[in-house]
């Protein structure tokens, strides 16, 4: 079995982690007004954004390293147990409607495999040698980046497929809520996020889970700028799924292009509700087939393919 460097967990070691800490502060919370309980909690909700703040430069590298790999042809591959998992899953997924990403291009695994989505898997997440399968099932290449996400930072299941994934060439990146933890001393990039102790002690579905959410929010969406998905703070590469995404798509391709509604709606039924395609038609005076051939020709880059055409940003 592939060995970590996360070694046995006692009583005494998980009361030393950053996020297991009890504050005696919080310990007449179920005595409290209800009004006051959800306002203290609330008040300890606001303090995660700045925590992610400051790991900005962090994040940054993260991004630009994921942009460059999978520019390449490699993947974003999240690793996680329990919450930090499906916060990976859903980043995943959420993928292919908002930037309309290829299958497989994003993949969240999880400990314990599609079952542990909703309901938990026993001793999953101490699992090393699952990681390794996991990775290898996907055929993990030197081209992808695989992101370990645990709030603690020493799930055996997310350390051991960052190493893992690190030894394989992949790039790697850890996601924690604790500073010098086992998952980001193995990572490239080690992503601390200092939350502090959680509201109700343990619970790290709180301010960790929300933390972690964030850093994937930005990590995810800031690489799919980097890669021309977006024009703007547009949603060009969105992938109209339902009526509701059709109206969006309607509505960004009226704000790229200042065009009316009747002809925007004209382009999109003639580019088969491409977004990009049918803003480079309307900007470009382009045929359908004229702007496919200027997107693919600049990487998918909408501004790239519109090139003199390109007004100010929208």
Same mark, same amino acid.
């Given at each position: 079995?592939?060995?970590?460097?996360?070694?046995?967990?006692?009583?005494?070691?998980?009361?030393?982690?950053?996020?297991?800490?009890?504050?005696?502060?919080?310990?007449?919370?179920?005595?409290?007004?209800?009004?006051?309980?959800?306002?203290?909690?609330?008040?300890?909700?606001?303090?995660?954004?700045?925590?992610?703040?400051?790991?900005?430069?962090?994040?940054?590298?993260?991004?630009?390293?994921?942009?460059?790999?999978?520019?390449?042809?490699?993947?974003?591959?999240?690793?996680?147990?329990?919450?930090?998992?499906?916060?990976?899953?859903?980043?995943?997924?959420?993928?292919?409607? =908002?930037?309309?990403?290829?299958?497989?291009?994003?993949?969240?695994?999880?400990?314990?495999?599609?079952?542990?989505?909703?309901?938990?898997?026993?001793?999953?997440?101490?699992?090393?040698?699952?990681?390794?399968?996991?990775?290898?099932?996907?055929?993990?290449?030197?081209?992808?980046?695989?992101?370990?996400?645990?709030?603690?930072?020493? =799930?055996?299941?997310?350390?051991?497929?960052?190493?893992?994934?690190?030894?394989?060439?992949?790039? =790697?990146?850890?996601?924690?809520?604790?500073?010098?933890?086992?998952?980001?001393?193995?990572?490239?990039?080690?992503?601390?996020?200092?939350?502090?102790?959680?509201?109700?002690?343990?619970?790290?579905?709180?301010?960790?889970?929300?933390?972690?959410?964030?850093?994937?929010?930005?990590?995810?969406?800031?690489?799919?700028?980097?890669?021309?998905? =977006?024009?703007?703070?547009?949603?060009?590469?969105?992938?109209?799924?339902?009526?509701?995404?059709?109206?969006?798509?309607?509505?960004?391709?009226?704000?790229?292009?200042?065009?009316?509604?009747?002809?925007?709606?004209?382009?999109?039924?003639?580019?088969?509700?491409?977004?990009?395609?049918?803003?480079?038609?309307?900007?470009?005076?382009?045929?359908?087939?004229?702007?496919?051939?200027?997107?693919?020709?600049?990487?998918?880059?909408?501004?790239?393919?519109?090139?003199?055409?390109?007004?100010?940003?929208?």
């Amino acid at each position: 079995m592939l060995r970590t460097d996360v070694p046995p967990l006692t009583a005494e070691d998980l009361g030393r982690l950053a996020t297991e800490q009890h504050r005696p502060d919080r310990a007449d919370i179920d005595l409290l007004p209800t009004a006051e309980l959800v306002r203290l909690m609330t008040r300890d909700d606001a303090q995660v954004p700045e925590a992610v703040h400051a790991a900005s430069e962090d994040i940054a590298r993260a991004v630009d390293v994921a942009a460059a790999r999978l520019a390449a042809g490699g993947r974003l591959v999240y690793m996680g147990a329990g919450t930090a998992g499906r916060i990976g899953v859903l980043d995943a997924s959420e993928c292919v409607p =908002t930037f309309n990403t290829a299958p497989g291009q994003v993949v969240g695994l999880i400990a314990g495999g599609p079952e542990a989505i909703t309901l938990p898997v026993e001793g999953a997440e101490d699992d090393e040698g699952m990681a390794v399968e996991h990775l290898r099932a996907i055929r993990l290449t030197a081209q992808d980046v695989v992101c370990g996400i645990a709030a603690s930072g020493r =799930t055996p299941y997310a350390v051991a497929g960052v190493r893992h994934a690190r030894r394989a060439g992949a790039a =790697t990146i850890g996601v924690s809520c604790s500073p010098d933890s086992p998952l980001g001393r193995n990572a490239d990039i080690a992503i601390e996020v200092a939350v502090g102790p959680e509201f109700i002690t343990g619970s790290t579905r709180l301010k960790a889970g929300t933390a972690q959410k964030l850093v994937v929010n930005a990590l995810s969406t800031a690489t799919m700028i980097r890669l021309g998905k =977006t024009y703007g703070n547009l949603m060009v590469d969105l992938r109209a799924s339902n009526d509701k995404l059709r109206k969006r798509s309607q509505r960004i391709v009226a704000l790229a292009t200042g065009a009316e509604m009747r002809d925007v709606v004209a382009a999109l039924d003639a580019c088969d509700d491409e977004v990009k395609t049918a803003i480079h038609v309307l900007l470009a005076g382009t045929t359908a087939e004229q702007a496919r051939s200027a997107l693919n020709d600049h990487g998918g880059s909408m501004r790239g393919a519109l090139g003199a055409h390109a007004p100010a940003a929208p």
